[in-house]
């Protein structure tokens, strides 16, 4: 079955670059059509999707997000990587990761979230 | 300020027959499919209806999705007090240079 983890620093700093990290099994993002995305969700607020990379190595980004955000995959590890520059407090919020069956579908199975806060 | 629009809110008795509507444009929800999400209190959202009117497995029939022009709606009948939820609907957008939109969810309490 297809499962998917969340990891990184529940705790950043104000101006600083967060990384996190998705672990993936039950699939290959060398299969055709799979994807991999991002997804947060502010406490108490909505859902904002903010990256997919696909197989193809084919990245989209939130248009208001872009210019922070970097999207990479490892196949050989099952792992997807996002990068976030220039934390804010705003950015607190819950991170999910999620997969997709092909492009222009969206997500079918999530991740449990990490919740990653931004404070001195 | 999200780019789809839901109610805030929604509710309804147990047994009784609830929608929620999503509504957007000609850029998402006029050229894409609408898919609908669930999420419970404390818990990461769950896939309830794909491709406007698609269940997946596991989902049961009391839920169902619709799609006209530029609007969609959730429905969900023999409402049942583990329904109580956050619902989500989402789409692709094309504009720009294609990405991702939500509603801004709608809290369903079951009075």
């Known amino acids: 079955q297809i499962t998917l983890k969340e990891s990184g620093p529940t705790l950043v700093k104000p101006t600083q670059t967060l990384t996190l990290t998705c672990t993936f099994s039950g699939f290959s993002l060398s299969t055709s059509g799979v994807g991999v995305g991002w997804i947060r969700q502010p406490p108490g607020k909505a859902l904002e999707w903010l990256a997919l990379?696909?197989?193809?190595?084919?990245?989209r980004y939130s248009p208001s997000l872009k210019s922070r955000l970097t999207i990479t995959k490892d196949t050989s590890k099952n792992q997807v990587v996002l990068t976030m520059t220039n934390m804010d407090p705003v950015d607190t919020a819950t991170y999910y990761c999620?997969?997709?069956?092909?492009?222009?579908?969206?997500?079918?199975?999530w991740g449990q979230g990490t919740l990653v806060t931004v404070s001195s | 300020q999200s780019v789809l629009t839901q109610p805030p809110s929604a509710s309804g008795t147990p047994g009784q027959r609830v929608t929620i509507s999503c509504s957007g444009s000609?850029?998402?929800?006029?050229?894409?499919?609408v898919y609908w999400y669930q999420q419970l209190p404390g818990t990461a959202p769950k896939l309830l209806i794909y491709?406007?009117?698609q269940r997946p497995s596991g989902v049961p029939d009391r839920f169902s999705g619709s799609k006209s022009g530029t609007s969609a709606s959730l429905a969900i009948s023999g409402l049942r007090s583990e329904d109580e939820a956050d619902y989500y609907c989402a789409a692709w957008d094309d504009s720009l240079s294609a990405y991702v939109v939500f509603g801004g969810g709608t809290k369903l309490t079951v009075l």
């Open positions: 990379i696909y197989w193809d190595d084919d990245k």
């Open positions: 491709r406007n009117n």
């Open positions: 999620a997969h997709v069956e092909q492009k222009k579908s969206l997500w079918d199975y």
């Open positions: 000609s850029s998402n929800i006029g050229s894409n499919y």
